[in-house]
């Protein structure tokens, strides 16, 4: 179900996403879904309601089937073609470790202390603390903050830059599965 903001929040943005996260079964996010059908209805991730706002722009899916859940082939964001599964998930291009994207404290930024330096820029506002419980594993790390997992999926998605798996490596996965898996059973 769509749960909402606070009433004193869903008035004032232009624009709004959910950011749910979600991890593969060994904890690490390596996925990241654009868009959530949810009672009829097609949600977009806080991610890409940011890239919409950076470009002006607004997504659309492509290859969506209208009384499906999945469908989405890929999505169009202004001039970017985002190629997406059919669930609307991409695999998010990590631009490496932690704190690849700049960590300000938010009182300095709010302070003005850093105005010229952000002049133009995207702000992402999180908790970076392992105990806060915001920490997801990534290829990088176990304790990756989740407000840099959202950074590395709007870089993504602003510079059309997500990882594609293609379907000759998928053959090459299973066929090397096979070939490992022979020696193994044998012994």
Same mark, same amino acid.
């Given at each position: 179900?769509? !749960?909402?903001?606070? !009433? ?10 959910? %950011? &749910?996260?979600? $991890? ?5 996010? +390596? +996925?990241?879904? *654009? ?9 977009? &991730? ?10 002006? $722009? ?5 290859? %969506? /089937?209208? &009384? ?14 985002? =190629? ?10 990590? +631009?490496?470790?932690? +704190? $690849?994207?700049?960590?300000? =404290? ?14 133009? &820029?995207? /702000?992402?506002?999180?908790? $970076? ?15 990756? =903050? ?10 993504? *998605?602003?510079?059309?830059?997500? *990882? ?13 599965? /096979? *070939?490992?898996?022979? =020696?193994?059973?044998?012994?």
């Amino acid at each position: 179900d769509v !749960e909402p903001n606070i !009433e004193r929040f869903h008035r004032t943005p232009r624009r709004m996403g959910f %950011f &749910s996260t979600y $991890t593969d079964i060994d904890g690490v996010v +390596r +996925r990241a879904s *654009l868009l959530i059908r949810c009672g009829g209805e097609l949600y977009v &991730s806080l991610d890409l309601a940011i890239a919409e706002l950076a470009l002006g $722009t607004q997504a659309e899916a492509i290859g %969506f /089937v209208q &009384s499906e859940a999945a469908g989405v082939e890929r999505i169009r964001l202004g001039d970017l073609m985002i =190629p997406t599964d059919s669930g609307g998930r991409i695999l998010v291009n990590y +631009r490496g470790p932690t +704190r $690849t994207f700049p960590h300000l =404290p938010i009182v300095d930024i709010l302070a003005g202390k850093h105005d010229d330096e952000l002049s133009g &820029s995207i /702000v992402v506002v999180g908790p $970076t603390e392992v105990g806060i419980q915001d920490v997801y594993g990534s290829p990088f790390s176990a304790a990756f =903050p989740g407000v840099e997992v959202h950074a590395n999926i709007v870089d993504n *998605l602003l510079s059309g830059q997500v *990882l594609v798996r293609n379907d000759e490596v998928r053959v090459l996965e299973v066929a090397m599965m /096979v *070939l490992a898996g022979l =020696p193994i059973a044998l012994l």
